[in-house]
């Protein structure tokens, strides 16, 4: 058993209850990898940002469950050696799926999970997120549960098809389960094609404007449970620079569409105080990776390609703490 505390991480809890107050939101990145790891933690203690490093059960897979644990614990002395004297780091499990895999990770030194239940009929739901806080409330360690269905990943049944959080379900889940924060839907969906082109409609420039998300149902889960923090999921932005640099430099993204920051930004202003972020933080790294391929096609040496791509991931994670989370200054 490694304590987080031991890691010099922190939870959400306490996190998440500045963040309601100040009317912002606290990043969460995923990382897979060092370079990622290393633009994160360099944004968010030049930004004093507050951040939640995500880990999700692929990145566990891909890089190791005891190389991700020893790297987080090395993010929060290098966010020290950069100037961060109290980093406010959180390691949290994206998207678990078994009471195992949450309790594995409670037992490494994890501060915070996530138990996504929301495919599962609401009793299972109720049961399966209860079992989860009740382990990870022994070690302090916070949990993330989610009602509602995102579109594409989460719907097995069509890349359009949400099912709303159903507001009306709310306070029975939160009491019920003594989760600490709810991930809900509203129109967010994972990856890099969140709408069709003939769901948006077009601007003068001729730019796709895709619907705007259901403030309706995030105002009334609100109403329902005042001041109880709420998570988006699926937020990243798909910026168009990057789609534009990875489809002349050989790639192939068609009607790549993301959140608008705006309907971001807003939401950030609410109770949402988690925005999920990984989709975008691949483009941008694909994008500089992509371009140095192309434009330097006899560099070999991986940190001549790696090195752009982390300094562009940097760029954009400092662009999403000021313009897009507001969490900068706040820790
Ligand atoms: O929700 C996410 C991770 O849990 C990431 O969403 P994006 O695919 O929009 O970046
Ligand atoms: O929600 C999904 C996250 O973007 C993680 O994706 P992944 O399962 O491919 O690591
Ligand atoms: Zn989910
Ligand atoms: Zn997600």
Redo the contacts with the bound molecule.
């Keep these: 058993m490694v304590s987080y505390k031991e890691l010099g991480l922190v939870n959400t809890r306490e996190m998440f209850a500045k963040a309601i107050k100040g009317g912002y939101a606290v990043p969460a990145f995923?990382f897979?990898n060092m370079e990622q790891l290393q633009a994160i933690v360099k944004a968010a203690a030049e930004e004093k940002s507050p951040v939640i490093l995500?880990v999700?059960?692929?990145?566990r897979n891909?890089a190791n469950a005891t190389l991700l644990r020893y790297m987080a614990q090395g993010a929060v002395e290098y966010a020290k050696e950069l100037g961060w004297e109290n980093p406010q780091i959180v390691l949290h499990l994206?998207?678990g799926d078994s009471f195992e895999l949450c309790k594995n990770c409670i037992d490494n030194g994890f501060s915070s999970v996530m138990i996504d239940g929301s495919h599962l009929p609401y009793e299972e739901n109720v049961a399966l997120t209860k079992k989860v806080v009740e382990y990870a409330h022994q070690f302090d360690v916070t949990v993330e549960g989610e009602l509602g269905i995102l579109a594409g990943?989460e719907d097995e049944v069509s890349a359009e098809h949400h099912t709303y959080t159903d507001p009306e379900e709310v306070i029975d889940f939160a009491q019920r389960t003594g989760c600490d924060s709810l991930a809900i839907s509203i129109g967010t969906s994972?990856?890099a094609y969140k709408f069709k082109p003939e769901q948006c409609t077009r601007d003068a420039s001729g730019k796709l404007v895709p619907p705007p998300l259901a403030f309706d149902v995030l105002d009334a889960v609100m109403e329902k449970l005042p001041g109880f923090p709420i998570v988006l999921?699926?937020s990243s932005s798909v910026p168009q620079e990057y789609v534009d640099i990875i489809n002349t430099h050989g790639g192939k993204l068609p009607d790549a569409i993301g959140i608008p920051e705006d309907q971001l930004r807003k939401a950030a202003k609410s109770a949402v105080c988690k925005i999920?972020i990984?989709?975008d933080s691949r483009l941008a790294m694909t994008a500089a990776v992509r371009k140095v391929f192309v434009e330097k096609p006899a560099e070999f040496d991986p940190r001549k390609y790696l090195g752009p791509a982390r300094d562009e991931m940097e760029k954009l994670y400092k662009h999403k703490i000021e313009a897009v989370l507001g969490s900068n200054g706040k820790a």
């Design positions: 995923n897979n995500q999700s059960k692929g990145a891909y994206d998207h990943v994972h990856g999921h699926g999920n990984d989709s």
